[in-house]
């Protein structure tokens, strides 16, 4: 799968925005852009994903640039259940070997405050 | 709530004893993905299943076996347990196991060896 680096931690004040930044430099093709959370050792959550054009539902936004090096999640109205750590992932076809795990790296903490 | 569940929540054992985690997928899910979460590690794939047969594994040690029944539903069994096998294993599920498909996880088993 493609290494994706994400800063290490990000503050965002409740009701703002948060953009969480991923860089995914040597994406191919074929190579999906996923995102999901963790909150404090619950299990991680699907939050989206695409594939070169940007997406959006009920929970946030996904741009991707037209480059697809990089992408940003976007949570429009962030409150303080958006505290979690954030992981982006490009997943790659595993059915010719090693399976469609999925390979989270550190992600990024992302702490809303009042 | 994703609809995968995963017993028990809790799990406290000795060294060199032998236990069985369970997960149940969400309806209509064929495959099944186990994942570690250990302090020094992150989280790291296990192993696959898809409609019963093993599909891929990942850094899943020897001690460590898993299997996918008829129902669908899987159990991760570790033996020989060490202190360093204590951690949050997580279960995950998705239709088909393809690679666009999205994975949903559990809630999760804290396992903890004394």
């Known amino acids: 799968d493609a290494k994706t680096t994400q800063p290490p931690s990000m503050d965002c004040a409740e009701g703002r925005a948060a953009n969480l930044p991923c860089n995914h430099s040597?994406?191919?093709?074929?190579?999906?852009v996923y995102w999901y959370r963790q909150i404090h050792s619950q299990g991680p959550q699907y939050i989206i994903h695409?594939?070169?054009n940007n997406e959006t539902n009920e929970m946030a936004s996904l741009i991707i640039t037209e480059d697809r090096k990089s992408s940003t999640l976007i949570l429009p109205h962030a409150t303080l259940r958006d505290t979690a750590v954030y992981y982006c992932?490009?997943?790659?076809?595993?059915?010719?070997?090693?399976?469609?795990?999925?390979?989270f790296g550190t992600g990024t903490q992302l702490k809303v405050e009042l | 709530d994703s609809g995968v569940t995963q017993t028990p929540k809790h799990l406290i054992t000795a060294t060199g004893q032998r236990v069985t985690l369970r997960c149940s997928p969400r309806?209509?899910?064929?495959?099944v993905y186990w994942y570690q979460q250990s302090l020094d590690q992150g989280l790291q794939f296990l192993i696959q299943?898809?409609?019963?047969?093993?599909?891929a594994k990942g850094n899943i040690l020897e001690r460590f076996s898993a299997q996918q029944f008829p129902d669908l539903h899987s159990e991760l069994n570790l033996s020989s347990l060490e202190l360093g096998d204590s951690a949050l294993y997580f279960c995950?599920?998705?239709?088909?196991?393809?690679?666009?498909?999205?994975?949903?996880f559990g809630p999760g088993t804290r396992l903890t060896v004394l």
């Open positions: 995950a599920s998705s239709v088909r196991g393809h690679y666009t498909d999205t994975q949903y």
């Open positions: 040597t994406i191919s093709g074929n190579e999906y």
């Open positions: 695409g594939l070169k």
């Open positions: 992932i490009v997943r790659v076809d595993g059915f010719a070997g090693g399976g469609n795990k999925l390979t």
């Open positions: 309806s209509g899910d064929l495959s």
């Open positions: 299943y898809y409609n019963g047969e093993e599909r």
